[in-house]
């Protein structure tokens, strides 16, 4: 049996990765496991400059999900190599830096740095809900993702996956867009913006008045655009929203993703993404999988 | 360091109307557990509801490995869990929190505590009270149907006052006006510290009374969260020393749930 996949050029161990967000920089779920046993981890959204982030509440819970307006909170690339990095690299896995700005300038000056590190690949967070400027903001165009990913491209030498907002209409043509930059990879999905209102305080939950919802609500929105946009790019897809077992990631993989990513089911169970790699190979065994790539996008449609 | 265990319900107590005590088996966690530190307890390993729920450890028996937990039935997690049985496992994750109540230095421990933010206070005096410290407490409630823990803190405090906000039960009043009073009679301002828990309106009367008058002060947080650890950034707090158009926070459940008064915004 074989879990080992390629991910835009990323050699992984499994297709097993932790989202951003929602694991930090590793150090809090490596006192629950070691971190070897991840495909990849992927690390909070960085930016060029420390961010402090929104004022609170910033999460709340919803049916089967939860919202966050964090805000990018983060100490900057700066204190990421020197710090974080370091930690990071004394597990077995690859290490992929969720890079996000809020001009094309500051995008490229941080992927400079990148380029520096001992990381093994960028994924470029075009799909932020909660800040003002940048992010979904130009996620949310063909010609905005393509413009920023590809001027990254060109300072960026290392494996490069762009990161997906479902909050357009036509998520298609928004992943065209990044292979149309030059993206190596596109993921999907990043939360989908939402809203909670406390009904005796006629006031939004969160102090943001808006949040990004994710959890297992958002599964069945996120395989179908997963569907959707393998159907358009041949570029690699790392598929996430919602994923809590094997079966959801083994979904998401036939649905076209080739690689799977988990994010808020880490606060339900610090151990759900080493269920999940659990549950992909007793479904291997059950359905005579040998490869694990040979799953990849082969639902049959109706 | 926090571990994700199964633990054994052994009792079960409804207190009063709608909070319970729970009494679980929990060897590993109540080793390294602090007075001020909380868990996170799945209350269902469905996806709904999807967070743990952050409770406050309310004592610890470490010869037997017990930790017990009160909540009040709010919503519906917490509704879930209080119709747990004995002998159900049940899943909690934790010690959580670094900033856990410091009492070692002083030696009066002044515990104001009000309705259900009471529960984290006990630990502290028991474990103050054992290590010689004078424990003065002060826990207010609403009303006499909402008064509790009243033998428990008589055993682990040197002085006990029960204040109801409409006289129905014990001495009229608020809590902290007899604390005032105690403070301002006492000539050992500098070794004495006030532990807070409860209502936002009184720990910010508890705060700026400690401040403006420079009381050694711990507050003991709240605030929405996702993971627990530290992860997630989302149950910040504002620094103190950080300004109004450009803040920075703290987490309650990383560098809280007890931060020292002077430091945090609330
Ligand atoms: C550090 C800490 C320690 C706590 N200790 C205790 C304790 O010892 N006993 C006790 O009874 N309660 C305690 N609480 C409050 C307790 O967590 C909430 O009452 C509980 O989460 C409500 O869940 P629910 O599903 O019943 O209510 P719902 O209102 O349905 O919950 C909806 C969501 O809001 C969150 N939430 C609701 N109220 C609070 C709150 N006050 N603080 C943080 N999150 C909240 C819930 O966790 C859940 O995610 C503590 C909270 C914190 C942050
Ligand atoms: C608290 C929180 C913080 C997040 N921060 C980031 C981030 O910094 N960058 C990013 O690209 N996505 C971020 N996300 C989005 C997740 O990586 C993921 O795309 C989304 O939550 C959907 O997956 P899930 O349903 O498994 O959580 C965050 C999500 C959560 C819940």
Do not use: W
């Amino acid at each position: 049996m074989n879990t080992k996949i390629n991910f835009a050029g990323i050699e992984m161990k499994n297709p097993v990765t932790v989202a951003s967000g929602t694991f930090g920089y590793g150090r809090e779920y490596s006192n629950f496991f070691d971190l070897g046993k991840l495909g990849a981890v992927i690390t909070k959204g960085t930016s060029l400059k420390p961010k402090s982030g929104n004022k609170p509440p910033r999460v709340c819970e919803t049916a089967s999900g939860m919202l966050n307006s964090i805000g990018l909170q983060n100490p900057g690339v700066e204190y990421f190599a020197q710090n974080d990095l370091p930690f990071l690299r004394k597990f077995n896995t690859k290490v992929i830096v969720n890079a996000c700005g809020s001009t094309i300038d500051e995008y490229v000056e941080l992927c400079k740095i990148l380029n520096t590190l001992d990381i093994d690949g960028v994924e470029l967070n075009l799909s932020c809900p909660n800040v003002k400027a940048g992010c979904m903001a130009f996620g949310s165009s063909y010609d905005g993702v393509k413009t920023v990913t590809k001027e990254v491209r060109k300072v960026l030498d290392k494996p490069l996956i762009v990161k997906l907002t479902p909050n357009v209409s036509d998520i298609a043509s928004i992943a065209k867009g990044a292979e149309d930059g030059g993206a190596d990879a596109v993921s999907l999905i990043n939360t989908l913006l939402a809203m909670k209102i406390d009904i005796y305080k006629r006031k939004p939950v969160l102090a943001n008045n808006t949040g990004g919802l994710s959890g297992p609500a958002i599964k069945p929105v996120a395989v179908r655009m997963v569907y959707q946009v393998s159907q358009a790019v041949k570029i690699p897809i790392m598929g996430l929203g919602g994923i809590m077992t094997g079966e959801d990631a083994i979904e998401f993989m036939l649905a076209g993703a080739k690689a799977v990513s988990i994010g808020a089911g880490n606060f339900a169970d610090p151990y759900v993404s080493l269920k999940v790699i659990e549950g992909i190979e007793e479904y291997m065994k059950k359905c005579n999988v040998d490869n694990i790539e040979d799953i990849v996008g082969k639902v049959e449609m109706n | 360091m926090p571990i994700q265990t199964y633990a054994k319900l052994i009792k079960k107590e409804e207190i009063i109307k709608d909070v319970f005590k729970f009494s679980v088996k929990a060897e590993e966690m109540v080793k390294t557990a602090k007075p001020g530190n909380f868990i996170e307890i799945r209350v269902s390993n469905q996806s709904e509801p999807f967070l743990r729920r952050p409770i406050s450890i309310f004592n610890m028996n470490r010869e037997e490995g017990i930790l017990e937990f009160i909540f009040q039935v709010k919503g519906n997690g917490t509704k879930i869990l209080s119709k747990k049985q004995v002998g159900d496992e049940i899943d909690i994750l934790g010690p959580l929190g670094n900033g856990t109540f410091k009492f070692e230095k002083y030696n009066t421990v002044a515990i104001i505590g009000g309705g259900i933010g009471i529960f984290p206070l006990y630990e502290l005096a028991k474990e103050a009270k054992e290590q010689g410290k004078r424990v003065n407490t002060y826990l207010g409630f609403r009303n006499k149907d909402l008064v509790m823990l009243e033998k428990e803190f008589e055993e682990v405090s040197d002085k006990l006052v029960i204040t109801t906000d409409d006289g129905s039960y014990a001495e009229k009043g608020f809590a902290i006006d007899f604390l005032k009073k105690d403070f301002e009679d006492s000539s050992d301002i500098e070794n004495s510290c006030i532990y807070a828990c409860g209502p936002l309106p009184m720990l910010k009367a508890v705060q700026k009374y400690a401040l403006e008058n420079n009381i050694n002060c711990q507050i003991s947080l709240e605030e929405k969260m996702g993971c627990g650890l530290g992860v997630c950034l989302g149950c910040a707090v504002k620094k103190a020393s950080s300004p109004k158009d450009n803040p920075e926070y703290f987490h309650v459940c990383k560098g809280g749930p007890v931060f020292n008064a002077k430091d945090v915004e609330i």
